[in-house]
């Protein structure tokens, strides 16, 4: 199958959907033993094998405050010839673990979009841009960045490139083997439908390991370096 470059761009809001919080919920704990209290999560991203970006997330903790820095690169080209680039720039806070707010800024192949999610209370205010502003009046809503295992359990997700509201189901298929930084380990896989279709993995202590989605006839697949 032939992608064009039409498609590549449809495929940046899938990428960014990949790139959580909840009233209650607690933040995972950063690594044991890391004395810098931080934690890192680097992944490779491919398309049917063939590497074509990279997913950061970076995880540090001062006091009761968590701060989790994402940012996702991808460019897909032919030759010299670059036919689409993404880049996606991304912070969350939370406080107590509980998520306050996330700020991010997306270069979708020369389309831009800012969003900012802050919660007031109960309700998470959104402000978008080039969309309308919105409310979203229920607290369990998490950002679409998949850190924390917490969302596998919720039904309302927020797009972090476009600040839309995304209804899911999450299926539990039990515990898998998968590779991850050069390793086989045991993984708990979860089937996402819905607005979102993805297959996720988070390991025995609840960390995000690996993400599947299809795309186009394509497979994108994000394996932990």
Not at 96 to 104: A, C, L, N, P, Y
Not at 171 to 181: H, N, V
Not at 184 to 197: H, N, P, S, V, W
Not at 200 to 211: H, P, Q, T
């Amino acid at each position: 199958m032939t992608l064009t470059r039409r498609d590549f761009a449809a495929a940046g809001a899938a990428f960014a959907l990949t790139g959580a919080a909840f009233a209650g919920g607690a933040a995972p704990a950063v690594a044991a033993g890391d004395s810098s209290d931080a934690q890192t999560l680097d992944f490779k991203v491919l398309r049917d094998g063939s590497e074509i970006g990279r997913h950061r997330l970076q995880i540090s903790r001062d006091g009761a405050r968590t701060m989790v820095d994402i940012d996702i690169d991808l460019e897909v080209g032919f030759g010299p010839l670059v036919l689409y680039r993404y880049v996606h720039r991304n912070r969350e806070v939370w406080e107590g673990g509980k998520f306050v707010r996330f700020e991010s800024r997306t270069d979708d192949d020369g389309e831009t979009y800012e969003v900012t999610a802050e919660r007031r209370n109960r309700d998470i205010v959104v402000d978008r841009k080039p969309a309308d502003d919105y409310r979203i009046d229920r607290p369990d809503v998490l950002p679409t960045s998949y850190w924390n295992e917490a969302t596998v359990r919720q039904q309302v997700l927020l797009d972090t490139q476009k600040g839309r509201k995304m209804e899911v189901q999450v299926e539990d298929l039990g515990w898998d083997e998968i590779e991850a930084s050069g390793s086989l380990i045991r993984a708990r896989k979860y089937e996402m439908r819905g607005d979102l279709r993805l297959t996720l993995w988070y390991d025995e202590s609840g960390r995000w390991v690996k993400l599947l989605f299809p795309f186009k006839g394509a497979t994108i697949e994000y394996v932990m370096k």
